[in-house]
């Protein structure tokens, strides 16, 4: 059993992590018939376009800051309940101004939540904006500009997600140069939906620390000694992988050869209630069903944490607090 053991995750949509309960709570507030893609404890889809369809069913039922400042606390008291010190979630304020809410109440409500949650557990977080690459060029790069001045102490990356298969990375380097200009942390979806070449196009033009997904690499063995020798940290999502059928199942799913590779890998929940799973389960797969060992475990999460989008001395703290942990 992993519950004891210390947890961090800097890969999770923040609309994606709304539990059922707290979704059903919300649409019985705002008159919303859910049965569609609600039954009982579980959300109802069958393929990517239809867990689209969901998702946005379910950030719909979000519309004010308050909201958005449960949202955040309910997700991050539930980390913080299995022994999670750290949560980087990826956040659009696109969204927020698409629903009417603005992108600074948007995040602000995020915010508040989030100062909420470190009052009550300790939990640390930060914020990744991100831009959603089926919106289109301009969308994308104006969240890079809004994230870039934003300049809120606790937006410390940006990212690309959405459907990779829309565009080429190319089209969107420009997001980046801005966001890395601004002195965020850079990550981006690829390597998920899409092969190896997803990936090394990610890898040749944005220059990412990190990778949000980046399992198919596996198919190219040149890839994966090429990220293990540049150290790129790839945030990996067992559960998603195998619930969106990029992976038939665990047993063939490339997380441990990826690590046994030299690949700088980290377990994630993605969007977790959406795919049956938490950040708790993702470890208890990761030592259950991989047969990897506490040891093993751990080192992942302490690859989280050396790559997470925090300042030094928060780092140092963090990686005290783990370090003590492992020594008791």
Known sequence: ?????????????????TPTALARAQA???????GPILSGDAYQWTDFSEFILCYDRVAALFRTADDYALLTRTYLRELAETNTIYSEIIVSPDHGDRIGLGADAYLAGICDGIHAAREETGIETRIIVTGERHF?????IGAAEYAARAKNPLVTGFNMAGEERM?????????????RDAGLGLTIHAGEVCGAFSVADALDLVRPARIG?????IEDPALVERLAEAGTVLEVCPGSNVA?????????????RLKAAGVRVCINSDDPPFFGTSLRTEYEIASTVMGMSDHEINGMTRVALEAAFVDEATREKLLARFDAAQAS
């Open 213 to 217: 997904h980046g399992v198919r690499a």
């Open 136 to 140: 289109g060029v301009d969308r994308v």
């Open 1 to 17: 059993m992993t519950q004891h053991l210390l947890k961090a995750e800097i890969h999770c949509h923040i609309e994606g992590a």
């Open 28 to 34: 019985e507030r705002y008159g919303v018939d859910l």
């Open 244 to 256: 969106l059928q990029v992976y038939p199942d665990f047993a063939s799913h490339p997380l441990k």
């Open 167 to 179: 565009g080429r990375v190319a089209d969107y380097a420009r997001a980046f140069d801005i966001a």
